[in-house]
């Protein structure tokens, strides 16, 4: 997790890896969630799509299955 924060916004990027076995591996952004100042509750501006043809879900839906492809045990 990466994140800025200033004084009107805090913005956190979640970073995953293809593979954690190899060495080298590249992390990229799966998802970029937002806290503005004032407004509660945090907001998802962005998540990577799994493929093309996937088509876009509710942002409450996305969110949990961000949550749950991310933390799902082998």
Request: proline residues 8%; glycine residues 2%; hydrophobic residues 35%.
């Amino acid at each position: 997790m990466i994140t800025r924060i200033d004084r009107e916004l805090l913005t956190a990027d979640f970073k995953v890896l293809p593979h954690v076995t190899q060495a080298g591996a590249e992390a990229h952004t799966k998802a970029t969630f937002v806290i503005e100042d004032q407004i509660p509750g945090v907001r998802q501006t962005y998540l990577r799509p799994l493929e093309p043809s996937v088509a876009r879900t509710p942002e409450i839906d996305q969110i949990q299955e961000t949550v749950d492809l991310e933390t799902k045990r082998p």
